[in-house]
């Protein structure tokens, strides 16, 4: 089987489709796990992650093979959903003006009051940007030097972030009651 | 002893850890043609960029048609005034070159054009 960096040089210098597609095939179940988490909306998320792997097909020649590949792609992830919430945040300012509720906001708030889990209030106590850190270290297995990479964010903040993350979640919740899901 | 107080720190940490990894740990979400989608999704995307030069090179070639024809026959001309009047210019040619410079900005335009339907 290739390696992942084998099949990025293939994809960059033979514009391979097919090479493009395996890495996708590898690794999307983590972006779309960790999109799911981000935004807590499974049907946005899966367009996100769709959005997350066209961007990092064009913007694939910037990966330098340095660090894994999957900690590059959740970077493009992380950068795609913050675009998102923006452009999203923006629309809901213009809306809000005209005094309008989207159809499709008030289906994701009912769908997420039917199916909370304990995950879902772990997170929900988390600020975005706890979130996304504590996601890409606890569900992702990246190294903070990863994190660090993917977030922009020095090592040493993105260690008191995940303290700060499991502080939280320690002072809300007593974690070993909970089994996870 | 200060170290078996690190050791044990270390340890619930681990298991503090690992119960947090646990907990976020969630089932492999199955391809169901995802990748499929996106593969095709970049094929279409590379046939587009495949396809914008060729494209942009046609209409312009079109657009310039005109104007060219026009160009080549006033040269064709001035083949005959040759050696006498090798150096000069007619002034019928410059008519012809906001023509042929409108012809480019469309070309780029349309590859403009070709490139947003694209994005």
Not at chain 1, 146 to 151: C, G, K, L, N, P
Request: aromatic share 6%; net charge neutral.
């Amino acid at each position: 089987m290739r390696e992942d960096h084998e099949l990025v040089s293939r994809a960059v210098s033979l514009q391979d489709a097919a090479a493009f597609g395996e890495l996708v095939r590898r690794h999307q179940s983590h972006v779309r796990n960790f999109l799911r988490k981000l935004s807590g909306d499974f049907t946005a998320a899966d367009d996100l992650a769709q959005d997350c792997f066209m961007h990092a097909w064009d913007k694939l020649h910037t990966y330098s093979g340095r660090g894994s590949f999957i900690g590059w792609l959740l970077k493009v992830a992380y950068t795609t959903f913050l675009q998102s919430k923006r452009k999203s945040k923006r629309y809901a300012e213009i809306l809000e003006q005209v005094g309008h509720v989207t159809e499709a906001e008030s289906r994701t708030h009912a769908m997420q009051a039917d199916e909370v889990t304990d995950l879902d209030r772990f997170l929900a106590v988390l600020s975005e940007e706890e979130r996304a850190v504590m996601v890409m270290s606890y569900a992702c297995g990246l190294s903070h030097r990863e994190i660090s990479e993917a977030t922009a964010m020095p090592v040493g903040t993105v260690k008191s972030v995940i303290f700060r993350g499991k502080e939280k979640i320690r002072t809300n919740f007593d974690i070993k009651d909970h089994q996870h899901g | 002893m200060t170290s078996k107080i690190i050791n044990m720190a270390e340890r619930l940490k681990d298991d503090e850890d690992r119960l947090l990894e646990s907990l976020f740990a969630s089932a492999p979400i199955a391809d169901d043609g995802f990748s499929t989608m996106i593969e095709k999704r970049v094929r279409r995307q590379l046939w587009l960029r495949r396809m914008v030069l060729p494209v942009a090179a046609l209409v312009g070639a079109i657009i310039s048609f005109k104007p060219l024809a026009g160009l080549v026959t006033m040269l064709a001309g001035l083949t005959t005034l040759i050696p006498q009047d090798v150096l000069k210019v007619p002034s019928d040619v410059v008519p012809q070159l906001p023509m042929l410079f409108m012809g480019a900005m469309l070309l780029a335009m349309c590859m403009l054009g070709l490139r947003a339907l694209q994005e």
